[in-house]
């Protein structure tokens, strides 16, 4: 039986997904188009218990993704409101509510699917059953847009070879690490758009 569908994806895995500044995205949720959800402990909502998937006031985290200048590390989440319910519930306990960070708010796939159905943008993937890819190259893309955005890029192409090789030692699940001539091919088109440079 193959694996179910991805569920959440991040705001920067959409970022990068349509090739569109996470700023966009955040703000195309905080209008209202998408729906931003993140994973809680129990917390207490006056007399009321809340826990799990939790929808988020986008509006409230902008911070967190700033078009210029640096963006916050975390926001505290006051606020939240159980998914199928209409109605925000203030957080009383923790009285100062929850830390957030910008890769824990999450778009779930079904709102996912209606925004790009509706604006006709990507095709979803139709899952296939077959071998499963060597190496999470997506995975890896949606890390090296976050770090490009909260960081910079590295001064040069080895530079960055080196940091996306350290990431799938890090996070490589079967152990397997593409070589550095197979990483480098996969960026060098990549580092010449980012640099604003013609593709060799």
């Known amino acids: 039986m193959p694996l179910p569908p991805v569920a959440f994806h991040s705001i920067y895995e959409l970022a990068f ?52 200048g640096p963006s916050d590390e975390h926001a505290r989440l006051k606020r939240v409101m159980p998914l199928g319910a209409t109605t925000w519930l203030a957080i009383t306990d923790p009285a100062e509510g929850l830390l957030v960070r910008s890769f824990d708010l999450l778009v779930d796939a079904g ?47 080895t530079a960055l070879v080196s940091l996306v090789q350290d990431w799938f030692v890090q996070n490589s699940k079967s152990g397997e690490v593409p070589d550095e001539s197979t990483i480098r091919k996969r960026l060098t088109s990549l580092w010449s758009k980012l640099r604003g440079e013609e593709p060799i």
């Open 17 to 68: 997904r349509w090739n569109r500044h996470p700023a966009d995205v955040a703000g195309w949720a905080a209008a209202g188009h998408l729906n931003v959800v993140t994973g809680i402990p129990p917390v207490l909502c006056g007399a009321e218990t809340v826990a799990g998937m939790v929808q988020v006031p986008m509006p409230e985290f902008m911070g967190l993704f700033r078009r210029i």
């Open 111 to 157: 709102n996912l699917h209606q925004f790009e159905d509706e604006r006709e943008l990507l095709p979803r993937l139709v899952s296939t059953i077959g071998a499963t890819p060597r190496y999470d190259w997506d995975a890896m893309y949606a890390w090296l847009f976050w770090f490009a955005h909260e960081k910079g890029l590295p001064e040069t192409k």
